[in-house]
């Protein structure tokens, strides 16, 4: 019912910025939540950054919060990830996500619509 597609992963320097698109398309809801996660070589998929359609609230994991920024614009039913900062540790496949639970989940398995992934890596 959801397809989303990632765009705007790279390869940038440590202290670089990078701006990360998901687009939407099929049949979305303004109730949706949407969900950034990311997941590195031989580490389980984390959690990085939420947003609700609906209420406009965001929230963000500890490891990125003051570095990363969740937005949408409803317009082009587009969730962004603008991330600024950037660390080595910041390596990863960066997945967009989307659920109709209510609230902001966080957990990889309260979301049933997933992107294909974009990968982000910064060098040193």
């Known amino acids: 019912q959801v397809q989303l597609v990632e765009s705007g992963g790279g390869l940038v320097q440590a202290g670089d910025s990078l701006r990360l698109s998901c687009a939407a398309s099929?049949?979305?809801?303004?109730?949706?939540?949407m969900g950034w996660f990311r997941q590195a070589p031989g580490k389980e998929r984390e959690f990085v950054a939420t947003?609700?359609?609906?209420?406009?609230?965001?929230y963000a994991a500890d490891s990125v919060k003051g570095r990363f920024t969740i937005s949408r614009e409803n317009a082009k039913n587009t969730v962004y990830l603008q991330m600024n900062s950037l660390k080595p540790e910041d390596t990863a496949v960066y997945y967009c996500a989307a659920t109709q639970s209510l609230g902001l989940p966080t957990a990889p398995r309260r979301y049933n619509y997933w992107g294909q992934g974009t990968q982000v890596t910064v060098s040193s």
């Open positions: 099929g049949r979305t809801f303004s109730s949706y939540a």
């Open positions: 947003i609700s359609w609906s209420g406009g609230s965001t």
